[in-house]
């Protein structure tokens, strides 16, 4: 069974300064996909970033990108240029391309954002 | 657009009765997915369907959860009856289609059992 594991429970940034989260997994496929998302205060889920994993190009948001390493099983989330309402509970998750659509989540890292 | 609605926002309960959550998925998708968060066992997948037919349940813990999916806008996850154990934010996600990469979520149901 495919794990995501996310090591930091919690991080802090200055405004304005950049901060990347860690993210990992373990899983025996080829094909699968990456995701990236926020809850805020409000609990509501919001897909911030994602990435195929055949495709070698990390993917790019505004200010958010990922260093994908497939060989690696990491996929950090890097956000530039923090502001306030970065502040957030983070999520990875992984779903595969083959089996099922279930997304399986890392257990999120707090980003609290100082200003 | 809207997006994936839930109710209600908040539901507080005592423990034996029976608790409904409703999600309405965004219009189009065909695939729609039930997950629950808790403290301990962070985000976890409960149940989904694709075209209003449940594909893998194997998420749902126990008898007292249920799912069902009448129509392809409309979706109810059942607790009867509900334990204090089962007190989490429910959330409703919906894809365009069981493969379609990327699910978008509902705002959640905070659940509370005394």
């Known amino acids: 069974a495919q794990t995501v594991t996310q090591s930091q429970p919690e991080m802090s940034v200055q405004e304005a300064e950049t901060v990347t989260l860690s993210c990992t997994y373990d899983t025996s496929e080829s094909d699968y996909y990456l995701f990236w998302y926020k809850q805020p205060p409000s609990r509501q889920m919001i897909l911030v970033i994602r990435?195929?994993?055949?495709?070698?190009q990390n993917a790019t948001e505004n200010r958010f990108s990922v260093n994908f390493q497939k060989a690696a099983k990491s996929f950090s989330l890097k956000i530039s240029d923090s502001q306030l309402g970065d502040a957030a509970m983070y999520f990875c998750?992984?779903?595969?391309?083959?089996?099922?659509?279930?997304?399986?989540f890392g257990a999120g890292t707090i980003l609290r954002v100082k200003s | 657009d809207a997006g994936v609605i839930q109710s209600p926002r908040h539901e507080v309960t005592e423990m034996g009765q029976e608790v409904t959550l409703r999600c309405k998925p965004i219009s189009g998708h065909n695939s729609l997915f039930w997950y629950r968060q808790t403290m301990m066992r962070g985000l976890e997948l409960l149940i989904y369907?694709?075209?209003?037919?449940?594909?893998?349940d194997s998420g749902m813990p126990e008898d007292r959860f249920s799912a069902k999916m009448p129509n392809a806008s409309f979706s109810t996850l059942k607790i009867q009856p509900s334990e204090p154990r089962d007190s989490a934010v429910y959330f409703c996600?919906?894809?365009?289609?069981?493969?379609?990469?990327?699910?978008?979520f509902g705002p959640g149901t905070r659940l509370l059992v005394l």
């Open positions: 998750a992984y779903r595969s391309a083959e089996y099922g659509n279930k997304l399986v």
């Open positions: 990435q195929e994993a055949y495709k070698q």
């Open positions: 996600a919906s894809s365009f289609s069981a493969y379609q990469e990327t699910q978008y």
């Open positions: 369907f694709n075209n209003n037919v449940p594909i893998d």
